[in-house]
């Protein structure tokens, strides 16, 4: 299973928030840091923002912050409300439903269904104050840089 990237520039603006909770941070400065598009940044944030996870403070001296504590938002509410949906196979899409030969005999489906929501589960135990495991090193935060490098 993959994540989108949306959802991965989401959780990193979300971490890089719970590490920068005393100041507002801009999206020039989170492109600048993570070497991502300023453009697609904006989406993201406003997605966040829509969503209740960020504030936003608009005018000279704004940017944006957690919405509330970082020990209040779930990371497994996080990936549900920006990933959208989670159509692993092509028996998980409503509109493909009942195009499959093998539907009528498959276990695909609950075998996936099962392990989708023991992935669901396992995210909603951590809140995003847990996914900061140290300071910040230049332009890496410790244990994304490792999950980026064991999945690359």
């Known amino acids: 299973m993959q994540l989108t990237a949306h959802t991965d520039y ?3 603006v979300l971490i890089y928030l719970t590490i ?7 999206i020039t400065e989170l492109a600048e840091f993570f070497g991502i598009s300023r453009n697609h940044l904006v989406k993201v944030v406003h997605k966040l923002g829509v969503r209740g996870f960020v504030q936003t403070v608009r005018g000279k001296g704004g940017g944006i912050r957690l919405s509330r504590p970082a020990t209040e938002i779930s990371v ?22 009942g195009h499959c030969a093998l ?11 099962g392990a989708l929501e023991q992935f669901l589960q396992t995210l909603d135990k951590a809140v995003l104050s847990d996914l900061v495991t140290g ?14 490098r064991h999945s690359g």
């Open 10 to 12: 989401a959780l990193r």
């Open 20 to 26: 920068n909770t005393d100041k507002l941070v801009t």
């Open 135 to 148: 300071p910040i090193v230049g332009n890496e935060i410790p244990g994304l840089v490792e999950i980026q």
């Open 103 to 113: 539907q009528t005999g498959c276990g695909l489906i609950g075998l996936l269904g």
């Open 76 to 97: 497994g509410s996080v990936v549900r409300e920006v990933e959208g949906h989670f159509q692993m196979a092509e028996c998980f899409n409503p509109k493909k439903q």
